[in-house]
């Protein structure tokens, strides 16, 4: 929405009477205060008066050039999205679920004055994860209690329910009785809090019941290192072309699984702003250019040489428009995986396709490669990557301690 189609917003002023003022001649002379409220017009029909309804929000005691900014910026929200023109007043579980699926499903796609400063940046994935805690939530409280009805102490009970397994029947397979693992749980509160900081953005709710419960993850085991010798017998196992090219994308560039999935020898694809990017493999320059799955960022990823003789192997004569380079369905990648490794005489290892992309990463550490330029290549920040990616191996440890062959 332009400035030209936004609601007219305009001010309204009010005199309050404060106690009698210092005395002057005499006599105690009244003091006033002026408070100013913005007031608007929606879109919506007031069934009642058969006109639009009309809106208001006090700006507090202020001067008039301090009210007028305030009008000024509230017409920019209006116009840009980060306000509604329509307020929905008292919502449901059940409603504001829909609404908060359609407004960030929508939100990636949107022209980019229309997004929210705060909440323009959620994935499918992540959509999909808030809706599992929302369906908790609807479990829980019932899909018609009022969203701004839910206080810290229901937030208690629907954690400790949550623990105890009394929610379980929310999924659509569980083992009935079972709770949740802590770590689920720290998600579910991060989950909790980022849904409800976007219903206090919109002032649907007054405050976040989950404000102060704490969703930060718990440490995690490193990643296990999966050497060369043990992707190139990986890589001999493989039942296609296919599976082989999703084994060298992750362990030999680092590519998520999603990502080595889909990418298509030629192609485009839109990054998070709409922009249409070339997508594949530039055999010129030997780099991979992606548009990440999880974060729609577009970035280039450096083609080893091991990695650029296996594409160059499958690469067909005139790859079809959009053709992915492993051609598979996406279905049960992590047990075929894990199959493969035991014909190849591995002990499958924890997160099959995360360990390879962390070992890409380790990789390129050990080569001496500065941490933002491989953090880059990954598509992630430094902070994830020493959190979660770089870990000590075998051949460091070896180094250091003398047992190094």
């Known amino acids: 929405m ?19 003022g210092k005395v002057n001649g005499g006599r105690s002379k009244p003091r006033y205060a002026t408070y100013w409220t913005l007031r608007w017009h929606g879109r919506e029909i007031d069934p009642e008066t058969g006109q639009p309804k009309l809106y208001s929000e006090s700006v507090g005691r202020c001067t008039k050039a301090e009210a007028e900014k305030a009008r000024r910026q509230k017409i920019a929200d209006l116009a840009g999205g980060a306000a509604l023109i329509d307020r929905p007043g008292k919502m449901t579980l059940g409603q504001f679920r829909a609404v908060y699926k359609a407004r960030r499903a929508g939100a990636d796609t949107a022209p980019v004055h229309r997004r929210h400063k705060r909440f323009r940046d959620l ?11 929302l369906r908790y939530l609807v479990h829980h409280f019932g899909e018609d209690r ?54 206090h953005a919109f002032r649907l709710v007054t405050a976040n019941p989950f404000a102060e419960y704490c969703g930060t993850p718990l440490p995690s085991e490193p990643n296990h290192y999966v050497s ?21 994308l992750c362990r030999l560039a680092g590519l998520r699984r999603g990502e080595a999935l889909t990418l298509p020898w030629s192609g485009t694809m839109p990054d998070r702003e ?31 040489p091991r990695l650029f003789d296996i594409l160059s192997e499958i690469r067909p004569p005139a790859p079809d428009d959009h053709a992915t380079i492993c ?53 992630h920040s430094p902070t994830v990557s020493r959190k979660h990616y770089v870990s000590p191996t075998d051949d460091e440890f070896a180094t250091v301690n003398g047992t190094a062959a």
């Open 327 to 379: 051609g598979l369905s996406g279905n049960n990648l992590t047990r075929i995986g894990e199959k493969t490794a035991e014909a190849a005489e591995l002990d499958p290892w924890p997160k099959f396709y995360q360990a390879m992309r962390s070992s890409c990463e380790n990789d390129w550490k050990q080569r001496g490669l500065a941490e933002p330029t491989y953090s880059a290549w990954l598509g």
């Open 123 to 133: 994935g499918e994935a992540t959509i999909r994860d808030h809706d599992m805690t």
């Open 146 to 199: 009022l969203i701004d009805r839910i206080s810290p102490v229901d937030a208690e009970g629907f954690l400790d329910a949550l623990e105890a397994g009394r929610l379980v029947g929310a999924r659509q397979e569980s083992a009935r009785g079972r709770g949740l693992s802590e770590q689920t749980i720290r998600g579910h509160i991060r989950n909790a809090k980022a849904i409800f900081n976007w219903a």
């Open 228 to 248: 060369i010798g043990a992707f190139e017998a990986l890589a001999a196992k493989a039942s296609s072309p296919g599976w082989c090219a999703l084994f060298a």
């Open 274 to 304: 709409g922009v249409q990017r070339w997508v594949g493999v530039d055999w010129k320059r030997h780099r991979l250019c992606i548009v990440a799955v999880k974060t729609r960022i577009h970035r280039e990823v450096p083609i080893v």
């Open 2 to 20: 332009s400035l030209q189609n936004a609601p007219s917003v305009w001010l309204c002023r009010r005199r309050v009477r404060l106690k009698d």
